[in-house]
């Protein structure tokens, strides 16, 4: 075979192969495309929402009552104090709410009702009075020689300088003071003397109920 001839065979074999390359190189594209990930959005296209949270404290004052004071419960549609006593057993033995010494004083209006409840945390007895007093201070062992008993819980008017509830028990009674001032002293000999009593204000100046220590 002439170089000529040889040379054309060669040319028509390479023609045949880049046919066959093209034609499968197609066929793959058509069967199989490509996917391209999409862009990410740019940062100027996202929306972003932000959310503050605010936090009100509110704080809840009665107007009217001196400064320090604390308001008692109470029901005004029926002219109602409730006054919740307590000899804690922490601190002085002879304590009412964890005070001494007249150190509480005690606001009602006057003409309405007390409603008492005493609880003794004490190891030792103790009971509740008030005293219609003639004296500043309790100085007499029997609270009786300073003044006139006209209300007693957890005791009795001729039992109250021995007999009181024991530790852990509450007992409850009501009264009703017209105004003036008065004491309230656990009976039991020697405890008033030994601070065991408070001052009890009614008048007719006081709307709220309310104490002070």
């Known amino acids: 075979m002439s170089r000529i001839g040889l040379a054309i065979l060669v040319l028509i074999f390479a023609g045949t192969a880049f046919m066959i390359g093209f034609l499968a190189y197609n066929f793959a594209i058509v069967y199989n495309p490509v996917h391209y990930p ?9 929306s972003i929402t ?3 949270h605010t936090t ?7 107007p009217g009552l001196p400064s320090g004071a604390v308001a008692l419960p109470y029901d005004a549609s029926n002219h109602t104090v409730f006054l919740n006593i307590v000899s804690l057993s922490t601190g002085n033995p002879f304590n009412f709410n964890g005070t001494s010494g007249g150190q509480l004083h005690i606001y009602i209006p006057a003409g309405w009702t007390v409603i008492v409840t005493y609880t003794n945390q004490e190891s030792i007895p103790h009971n509740f ?3 219609q007093n003639s004296t500043t ?3 007499n062992a029997n609270i009786g020689a300073d003044g006139k008993i006209i209300f007693s819980v957890g005791t009795t008017s001729s039992t109250y300088e021995t007999n009181g509830i024991s530790s852990g028990a509450s007992a409850s009674g009501s009264t009703s003071l017209p105004a003036g001032i008065y004491w309230f002293a656990c009976g039991i000999a020697g405890h008033a003397e030994s601070g065991m009593w408070g001052v009890i204000i ?12």
Not at 202 to 213: F, L
């Open 38 to 46: 999409k862009a990410a959005p740019l940062l100027s296209n996202i």
């Open 50 to 52: 932000s959310t503050t």
């Open 56 to 62: 009100t404290t509110t704080t809840t004052t009665t």
């Open 129 to 131: 009075n008030i005293v």
């Open 137 to 139: 201070t309790p100085n």
């Open 202 to 213: 009614s008048s007719t100046s006081i709307t709220t109920p309310y104490e002070t220590s």
